[in-house]
């Protein structure tokens, strides 16, 4: 794992837009892992601000709500048109988002995994983290293996989310979600994470022991992961030091 600190997530996020907008300029048929939530609001606006050339991305989303229809204000299909898709270039058909009225969910979220597959596999995943260390909506002893399917959010991440549906009663219940194995697949996962109230999840998922009551700590197993930090959301990491020194040392070849 690469843990880069940034004095402020301003900062972190235009790192990571760079890594993003690299693989989009070098890979034109890239194949891109998206998240929803306030953590990659900002990565977004950087995106639409490089002007790059989505025409031939194509995206698949980690999760979205059971029961919500994609013009539900609070559905992950409003979230990402609004704060992303319609203000680029990308092809409708290349979008995907799992769909949160599906009938058989087991078939649906089967298909999802096949069209992954499809696509050659997922080149750059993005991904927040929960305060409970979920990634996805893979919760606190979801199986490390697990593979997209119905999951059902914890009190902790109903009363996270409640900011953006008004009240807790009004949020969902159950998600679709990518798996830890599915994500795990992806070629390069990149964590992001500011806020003081993500530090705890971080120490867990970086310096821990890999737990499924930490789903994030499983990407300890995953060979290329970048992890990009406001110092808040460092503030509880022990070996900051060394991270900020790696960091600094890079040769040019390295750098982002
Ligand atoms: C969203 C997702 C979740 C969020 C996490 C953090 O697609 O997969 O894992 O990344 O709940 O949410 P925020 O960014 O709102 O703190």
Redesign the pocket.
């Known amino acids: 794992m690469e843990i880069i600190i940034q004095p402020d997530a301003a900062a972190a996020n235009a790192l990571a837009a760079r890594l993003f907008a690299k693989l989009i300029r070098k890979k034109e048929k890239c194949v891109l892992g998206m ?6 609001l900002a990565l977004y606006r950087e995106l639409i601000a490089m002007d790059l050339d989505w025409r031939k991305v194509t995206t698949f ?3 979205e709500y059971v029961g919500l229809a994609p013009e539900h204000l609070q559905s ?1 299909h409003r979230f990402m048109w609004e704060n992303l898709f319609r203000r680029v270039n990308i092809a409708k058909k290349n979008i995907h988002i799992p769909d949160g009225l599906a009938k058989g969910i087991p078939v649906f979220c089967a298909k999802y995994e096949k069209q992954i597959r499809a696509a050659g596999g997922i080149d750059l995943q993005l ?4 305060t409970d260390g ?4 893979n919760e606190p002893t979801s199986s490390l293996t697990s593979r997209t399917r119905i999951k059902t959010l914890t009190p902790q ?1 109903r009363k ?2 409640a900011r953006f549906f008004g009240s807790e009663d009004a949020v969902p219940h159950h998600v679709i ?1 990518m798996g830890i194995g599915t994500i795990m697949e992806a070629r390069h996962c990149v964590l992001l994470a500011f806020g003081k109230n ?1 530090a705890r999840a971080i120490a867990e998922a970086v310096e821990g022991p890999i737990t499924a009551m930490n789903p994030a700590s499983a990407l300890q197993m995953h060979s290329k992961v970048t992890v990009f930090l406001d110092e808040a959301a460092a503030s509880k990491l022990k070996l900051t030091a060394y991270y900020r020194w790696v960091y600094d040392s890079k040769p040019d070849w390295q750098k982002i």
């Not at 998240?35 to 990659?40: E, V």
């Not at 979920?134 to 909506?137: A, E, K």
């Open positions: 998240a929803t939530g306030s953590t990659p989303n980690l999760d992950y991904l927040g983290i929960g979920h990634i996805g909506f991440t996270d989310n979600t993500k």
